[in-house]
């Protein structure tokens, strides 16, 4: 049973919250589909609410996905970029964030390349704080809208089987998607070159595999990161050639497996990288229902979190 409210103020991970908030936030998503599929997409919740979206890293999706779901609340909505801010002229995180908040900012929504940053901001403000990405720590709205569209697909993800691909090392969307399965009861595989999946993961409860094609065919999902070469200060793959050759996802492999998959990707894309054209854009594909599902998955959280000011 979901419990009626969250048992956190802020999202600075998936680690930590319970299997309870994940069900409400699911719940609450639901209805806030509902909501963002009618000919009127605004509801009042959030009138009165000013939420700063603070992005000191790159982002598409993340951010515009949460603008969105802020707007579509009818929240005030500030955006910040640290590439034409005063970060550029030495200002600290710390000092950037309590200026905003001093114009009377309630949530702070914010990705960081250094991991903890969030829940550095959470030590020292009194704002709800969401983290959209702190290195190579946590994605959680990336694995809550992640496991939200799996449940779409599959139902209760108890017992299901889910590989992630790829650069398991690098990848904080691998990390929060971990922790948001095996709360929820599934089976979770990581696949990928050995150099790219960390020593000691098997710690967390998933089992390792290095080879795709037979990971393809024991699991029901496969989400298929990108290599992270912006991550990478060594070489951790002979080259990206040779990575697609055994470690990219292409129609004729899937055709081969004779069965029914559900592909999954966080984005951003690297076509003919890790996962072919045709296997994107294939009826295997649920990658652009992954993007659509954030708005109404971000719209629960930043609802719920609001709720607890
Ligand atoms: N999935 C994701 O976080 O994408 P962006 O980096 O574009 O936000």
Redesign the pocket.
């Known amino acids: 049973m979901s419990a009626s409210q969250l048992s956190t103020k802020h999202l600075l991970g998936i680690k930590y919250i319970t299997k309870e908030d994940i069900q409400l936030i699911f719940e609450t998503a639901d209805n806030f589909k509902e909501v963002i599929n009618r000919p009127i997409k605004k509801v009042p919740s959030l009138r009165d609410v000013t939420i700063a979206n603070l992005f000191f890293?790159?982002?598409?999706?993340?951010?515009i996905?949460f603008e969105l779901a802020e707007k579509r609340l009818s929240a005030d909505v500030v955006n910040f970029s640290a590439s034409s801010s005063s970060v550029k002229k030495g200002e600290t995180l710390l000092d950037t964030v309590n200026n905003i908040l001093s114009m009377k900012v309630d949530m702070v929504v914010m990705?960081h390349p250094a991991p903890g940053a969030p829940a550095f901001l959470a030590q020292h403000i009194d704002a709800n704080i969401i983290n959209?990405?702190d290195g190579t720590h946590e994605?959680p709205t990336?694995a809550l809208l992640d496991a939200f569209s799996m449940r779409e697909q599959l139902g209760d993800l108890k017992g299901k089987k889910i590989a992630i691909f790829g650069d398991i090392l690098h990848s904080r969307?691998a990390l929060s998607n971990i922790f948001c399965l095996k709360k929820l009861g599934a089976e979770v595989t990581v696949c990928g070159p050995p150099t790219l999946i960390p020593k000691h993961i098997g710690a967390l409860g998933v089992n390792v595999s290095y080879n795709l094609k037979e990971t393809l065919q024991w699991c029901d999902v496969a989400n298929i990161l990108r290599i992270q070469l912006e991550r990478q200060d060594i070489k951790y793959i002979p080259s990206i050639r040779e990575y697609t050759q055994y470690f990219g996802v292409n129609k004729r492999l899937l055709d081969s497996l004779n069965k029914k998959i559900v592909i999954m990707h966080?984005?951003?894309i690297n076509r003919g990288v890790e996962i072919s054209s045709d296997v994107a854009d294939s009826e295997h594909s649920i990658i652009l229902q992954q993007v659509e599902n954030g708005v109404a998955v971000r719209m629960a959280i930043l609802f719920l979190l609001a709720g607890k000011r």
């Open positions: 890293e790159n982002s598409t999706r993340t951010r996905s990705r959209a990405g994605h990336q969307v966080p984005g951003p």
